[in-house]
């Protein structure tokens, strides 16, 4: 800090060097800010684009199309969180997971399930949120054999 200094205050020279490197840096963080932004702004209309042909051509509704990508998109990062974890932290992970009773929708947790004739000792609230589960699934089901029906008939009259 004594260099910096000069008398009874900071160097006037380096303070303005200082300035002017720090102003260079914010002003080619802006423009590469822009350029992002332009890119960015190009792949937005792609998209709307491609949702707009799926739901003009074959009938997907708009917003539970986005609703299928939000969904897939989190589902993956929840994977990703997982298994960014080691060895005892997943086992924990999935112990807590388990407790909360979040698990009934995936192999192991459907393996934890009680088989026919079996008591089932989960607690209301875990059947609970099993029974929506089923039931949104159920419901995707049927939108999905209903849109994907229409896609069929929409690519036959294509060809």
Same mark, same amino acid.
């Given at each position: 800090m004594a260099a910096a200094q000069q008398g *009874?205050?900071? *160097? ?6 200082? &300035? ?6 914010? %002003?080619?963080? +802006? %423009?590469? !800010? ?15 684009? &491609?949702? #707009?042909?799926?739901? /003009? %051509? ?7 199309? /986005?609703?299928? =990508? ?9 994977? +990703? ?14 112990? =807590?997971? !388990?407790?909360?009773? +979040?698990?009934? #929708? ?9 088989? +026919? ?16 589960? /089923? #039931?949104?699934?159920?419901?995707? #089901? ?5 849109? %994907? *029906? ?10």
């Amino acid at each position: 800090m004594a260099a910096a200094q000069q008398g *009874n205050g900071p *160097n006037p020279e380096r303070t303005k060097e200082a &300035v002017a490197r720090i102003e260079a840096i914010a %002003a080619k963080k +802006d %423009a590469a !800010h822009m350029e992002y932004m332009r890119v960015c702004s190009g792949l937005a209309e792609e998209t709307k684009a &491609v949702y #707009d042909e799926a739901k /003009k %051509a074959w009938g997907l509704p708009r917003r539970a199309l /986005k609703a299928v =990508i939000k969904t897939r998109t989190l589902t993956r990062k929840l994977e +990703d969180l997982r298994e960014s974890l080691e060895g005892e932290e997943q086992d924990s992970y999935d112990q =807590i997971r !388990h407790a909360l009773g +979040d698990l009934a #929708d995936t192999p192991l947790g459907q393996a934890a399930l009680p088989a +026919d004739g079996e008591e089932d000792v989960r607690s209301p609230a875990q059947k609970r949120r099993e029974k929506e589960r /089923k #039931d949104r699934g159920s419901a995707l #089901d049927a939108v999905s054999t209903e849109n %994907a *029906n229409r896609i069929t008939a929409g690519i036959s009259k294509l060809n």
